[in-house]
């Protein structure tokens, strides 16, 4: 240890993080605002300088990167350990730092007793500053070693950070917020659902009491995993508070031989000392520029229709070709046929797993309607659910055996489906085939919904061991498998919704589906829920008919459009519903997202704070010469008028001409400040800090403006 460094230091534009190494276990010292040449990481170790408190230990045990029982941690051990002999109680020590920049560093630490190697991984992007830490564990000891539970790096937090913000929710209402204080205690969110669930996104925001959109310190945490797993914030008797991500393993789900490692799901985590619109300018910047194929992110967005909520399982060519001609005259770029289409499929009881084109539908297969499409100018995608199937098919009747399940418990019944055991190099190899025929078949297909329908209750695999791990770790492959014979087709995941949106299949897919939900008024709070980590352009959201078909609920065109276009947009409907009005509004909303779809997928994204009565952001294009922001009145104000609506994100000293670009028609009882402002030019700091005075509107209104800098 003596000739290790006692201190490393990275740096971003905005943030820095300081590894203290002085006690054998590499610990967090600082993170957060960046800090000038004047200070020192020497300055810092000195004034954190902790005395021995009355009945507790001389020396406290430090909130390692994994602090563990070895170490005698009283919190939550990073490591969870079992080899018949004493792997529990791992305690490695820092053996050598790798760092040949200011933005990564590796640890690796030993345990010499137990010939357990221990290394972590940090990077610090230096232009978005999110970090993505890593954890894994090696077993050199010729005993087989049981990893119960292996956390990312655990993360201290500087004492004045009091408050949690997680993300909750179930299916049709996903990404909902809720903030707490701290306790004395933990705040523990576990998920056991073999996904990324509807109920606990893996991400949490810990920030300062009074912190908002625009100012306050705030830390963001979220892991890129698409299993299960766990988050865990404590706050410790003696003051200090740490932040603990990782993947929720099943009981001998992970058995390392000699020589054989595990690592963690990466986390990524960020700082700002500017409020949650920094923070999330960060992850969306890292996922622009770190996640995505560079294939989608210069190429604009094309507007979905989906046959989904339109026509279900009642497939007829020629209601699909007509669907196809009105949904091409609305101005739809891309037809993706849902549900419904394969063998057997009359319902959601039967077909599954039998991926070969009906014929008693598709006579002459799928390319009377995929041509129909191509020739109105659209693109084709189509539905798979690749990891299930339906007792009621020919591949269960074939192999009964190929389904996750455990010894001499009945299957828990969930939408007519069970889920196929991936871990099977034989069950991979059949679906690669079944897709991959389909795609070759028809090689006009550019995008797969790739959907996920049910929980995974039991998880045993064919030896009868636990197997969400592989399994997740499949599905990854398979997909990666699928994406290179076929490269230029898309891939959107959806479980349900958003029960399966994480950084870990983001890596390998395309676009996600938010919800199904498309009841605009939930999608105000889905969407800006999942904006806290996820940009606009891989959010689908989609305009649903003119009554929801989950809530029930009756909201104009105008605001259906007006909310669908903050995303990636399409539509979802029977357009036989529509009438020359709501074609004409379609059509003219659907213009506007055409000609500010570039600046939606890649301007900055300032949301407002929630007031009670509406939900309110914009997005500001880099150079400050174009924005967009969207008032969305969801109840009537208590008072007689509304507040001032403050702009965000302009250039204070930039003219700016204000115009309401949506809706085209508003029906307004009295004259307003909108029949004023249009064509009118603003300073950037008379927008920003006196704000304008809305109009009087119903609520479910959503207004449009746009602002161009001269």
Request: hydrophobic residues 35%; proline residues 4%.
């Given at each position: 240890?003596?000739?290790?460094?006692?201190?490393?230091?990275?740096?971003?534009?905005?943030?820095?993080?300081?590894?203290?190494?002085?006690?054998?276990?590499?610990?967090?010292?600082?993170?957060?605002?960046?800090?000038?040449?004047?200070?020192?990481?020497?300055?810092?170790?000195?004034?954190?300088?902790?005395?021995?408190?009355?009945?507790?230990?001389?020396?406290?045990?430090?909130?390692?990167?994994?602090?563990?029982?070895?170490?005698?941690?009283?919190?939550?051990?990073?490591?969870?350990?079992?080899?018949?002999?004493?792997?529990?109680?791992?305690?490695?020590?820092?053996?050598?730092?790798?760092q040949d920049n200011d933005q990564?560093?590796?640890?690796?630490?030993?345990?010499?007793?137990?010939?357990?190697?221990?290394?972590?991984?940090?990077?610090?992007?230096?232009?978005?500053?999110?970090?993505?830490?890593?954890?894994?564990?090696?077993?050199?000891?010729?005993?087989?070693?049981?990893?119960?539970?292996?956390?990312?790096?655990?993360?201290?937090?500087?004492?004045?950070?009091?408050?949690?913000?997680?993300?909750?929710?179930?299916?049709?209402?996903?990404?909902?917020?809720?903030?707490?204080?701290?306790?004395?205690?933990?705040?523990?969110?576990?998920?056991?659902?073999?996904?990324?669930?509807?109920?606990?996104?893996?991400?949490?925001?810990?920030?300062?009491?009074?912190?908002?959109?625009?100012?306050?310190?705030?830390?963001?945490?979220?892991?890129?995993?698409?299993?299960?797993?766990?988050?865990?914030?404590?706050?410790?008797?003696?003051?200090?508070?740490?932040?603990?991500?990782?993947?929720?393993?099943?009981?001998?789900?992970?058995?390392?031989?000699?020589?054989?490692?595990?690592?963690?799901?990466?986390?990524?985590?960020?700082?700002?000392?500017?409020?949650?619109?920094?923070?999330?300018?960060?992850?969306?910047?890292?996922?622009?520029?770190?996640?995505?194929?560079?294939?989608?992110?210069?190429?604009?967005?094309?507007?979905?229709?989906?046959?989904?909520?339109?026509?279900?399982?009642?497939?007829?060519?020629?209601?699909?070709?007509?669907?196809?001609?009105?949904?091409?005259?609305?101005?739809?770029?891309?037809?993706?046929?849902?549900?419904?289409?394969?063998?057997?499929?009359?319902?959601?009881?039967?077909?599954?797993?039998?991926?070969?084109?009906?014929?008693?539908?598709?006579?002459?297969?799928?390319?009377?309607?995929?041509?129909?499409?191509?020739?109105?100018?659209?693109?084709?995608?189509?539905?798979?659910?690749?990891?299930?199937?339906?007792?009621?098919?020919?591949?269960?009747?074939?192999?009964?055996?190929?389904?996750?399940?455990?010894?001499?418990?009945?299957?828990?019944?969930?939408?007519?489906?069970?889920?196929?055991?991936?871990?099977?190099?034989?069950?991979?190899?059949?679906?690669?085939?079944?897709?991959?025929?389909?795609?070759?078949?028809?090689?006009?297909?550019?995008?797969i919904k790739w959907d996920m329908?049910?929980?995974?209750?039991?998880?045993?695999?064919?030896?009868?061991?636990?197997?969400?791990?592989?399994?997740?770790?499949?599905?990854?492959?398979?997909?990666?498998?699928?994406?290179?014979?076929?490269?230029?087709?898309?891939?959107?995941?959806?479980?349900?919704?958003?029960?399966?949106?994480?950084?870990?299949?983001?890596?390998?897919?395309?676009?996600?589906?938010?919800?199904?939900?498309?009841?605009?008024?939930?999608?105000?709070?889905?969407?800006?829920?999942?904006?806290?980590?996820?940009?606009?352009?891989?959010?689908?959201?989609?305009?649903?008919?003119?009554?929801?078909?989950?809530t029930g609920r009756r909201i104009?065109?105008?605001?259906?459009?007006?909310?669908?276009?903050?995303?990636?947009?399409?539509?979802?409907?029977?357009?036989?519903?529509?009438?020359?009005?709501?074609?004409?509004?379609?059509?003219?909303?659907?213009?506007?997202?055409?000609?500010?779809?570039?600046?939606?997928?890649?301007?900055?994204?300032?949301?407002?704070?929630?007031?009670?009565?509406?939900?309110?952001?914009?997005?500001?294009?880099?150079?400050?010469?174009?924005?967009?922001?969207?008032?969305?009145?969801?109840?009537?104000?208590?008072?007689?008028?509304?507040?001032?609506?403050?702009?965000?994100?302009?250039?204070?000293?930039?003219?700016?001409?204000?115009?309401?670009?949506?809706?085209?028609?508003?029906?307004?009882?009295?004259?307003?400040?909108?029949?004023?402002?249009?064509?009118?030019?603003?300073?950037?700091?008379?927008?920003?800090?006196?704000?304008?005075?809305?109009?009087?509107?119903?609520?479910?209104?959503?207004?449009?403006?746009?602002?161009?800098?001269?």
């Amino acid at each position: 240890m003596s000739n290790l460094a006692q201190y490393v230091h990275l740096r971003s534009q905005q943030a820095s993080l300081i590894i203290d190494c002085r006690r054998n276990t590499p610990e967090v010292l600082y993170w957060g605002k960046v800090l000038s040449k004047n200070t020192c990481p020497e300055m810092l170790g000195i004034l954190q300088t902790r005395q021995e408190a009355k009945c507790a230990l001389v020396e406290e045990v430090p909130i390692s990167l994994s602090p563990c029982l070895g170490n005698g941690f009283t919190g939550q051990p990073a490591l969870d350990l079992f080899d018949n002999g004493i792997a529990w109680s791992v305690g490695a020590s820092l053996q050598a730092i790798k760092q040949d920049n200011d933005q990564s560093v590796v640890f690796v630490s030993f345990d010499e007793t137990r010939q357990i190697e221990l290394t972590h991984t940090i990077d610090l992007d230096f232009d978005t500053n999110v970090i993505c830490a890593s954890t894994r564990i090696k077993n050199l000891a010729d005993s087989l070693l049981n990893v119960n539970y292996c956390a990312a790096p655990t993360f201290s937090m500087p004492d004045h950070i009091s408050k949690v913000l997680s993300f909750e929710g179930r299916w049709s209402m996903e990404f909902q917020q809720n903030s707490i204080d701290l306790f004395l205690g933990a705040f523990v969110r576990e998920n056991r659902k073999g996904k990324t669930s509807h109920d606990n996104f893996p991400g949490v925001i810990l920030h300062s009491e009074h912190a908002n959109e625009a100012s306050g310190e705030c830390y963001g945490f979220h892991l890129g995993w698409s299993g299960n797993h766990r988050t865990r914030v404590e706050l410790l008797p003696e003051q200090r508070t740490y932040v603990q991500m990782g993947e929720l393993l099943g009981a001998g789900e992970v058995q390392l031989k000699q020589g054989e490692s595990y690592t963690s799901p990466s986390l990524y985590l960020s700082y700002s000392a500017a409020g949650f619109g920094e923070l999330s300018h960060n992850y969306h910047r890292f996922v622009r520029q770190q996640i995505l194929s560079s294939n989608i992110t210069k190429v604009p967005r094309p507007v979905h229709y989906n046959t989904w909520e339109g026509i279900y399982f009642d497939h007829n060519i020629d209601t699909l070709k007509n669907l196809a001609n009105i949904m091409a005259n609305v101005g739809a770029e891309r037809f993706v046929l849902d549900d419904g289409w394969f063998k057997g499929r009359r319902g959601d009881n039967a077909g599954l797993g039998d991926w070969i084109v009906d014929e008693a539908i598709y006579p002459n297969g799928l390319s009377p309607i995929i041509d129909h499409v191509n020739d109105l100018g659209m693109a084709f995608g189509i539905w798979f659910e690749p990891e299930m199937v339906n007792p009621d098919s020919d591949l269960f009747r074939d192999h009964p055996e190929w389904v996750l399940s455990t010894e001499g418990n009945p299957q828990i019944k969930f939408r007519h489906q069970l889920v196929l055991d991936l871990t099977r190099t034989e069950v991979c190899d059949y679906l690669f085939k079944q897709m991959n025929d389909v795609l070759n078949d028809y090689p006009q297909i550019s995008y797969i919904k790739w959907d996920m329908n049910r929980d995974i209750n039991h998880t045993g695999d064919g030896q009868g061991k636990s197997a969400i791990h592989a399994q997740t770790l499949a599905v990854y492959a398979l997909i990666d498998r699928v994406k290179a014979a076929h490269p230029h087709v898309e891939i959107e995941s959806c479980s349900s919704g958003g029960a399966r949106i994480d950084y870990g299949v983001l890596a390998h897919t395309d676009r996600v589906w938010t919800s199904d939900s498309n009841d605009a008024l939930d999608r105000l709070m889905i969407q800006r829920g999942c904006s806290f980590f996820f940009p606009a352009e891989i959010m689908g959201s989609h305009v649903g008919p003119r009554d929801c078909h989950i809530t029930g609920r009756r909201i104009s065109m105008e605001m259906r459009i007006a909310v669908a276009m903050f995303g990636s947009m399409g539509m979802e409907m029977d357009p036989r519903e529509l009438d020359e009005e709501d074609i004409a509004c379609l059509q003219a909303g659907l213009g506007i997202y055409k000609d500010y779809r570039s600046l939606i997928h890649s301007g900055r994204l300032y949301r407002a704070d929630l007031n009670g009565n509406s939900v309110d952001f914009g997005v500001v294009a880099d150079d400050k010469s174009l924005a967009l922001f969207a008032y969305n009145s969801v109840v009537e104000t208590r008072r007689t008028m509304p507040r001032k609506y403050r702009f965000a994100g302009l250039d204070p000293d930039g003219l700016y001409t204000l115009d309401l670009v949506w809706p085209k028609k508003l029906f307004e009882y009295s004259k307003s400040i909108l029949s004023v402002i249009e064509g009118q030019t603003f300073s950037g700091e008379v927008l920003m800090n006196y704000g304008m005075q809305l109009p009087v509107v119903f609520p479910q209104t959503s207004l449009i403006f746009k602002l161009t800098k001269q």
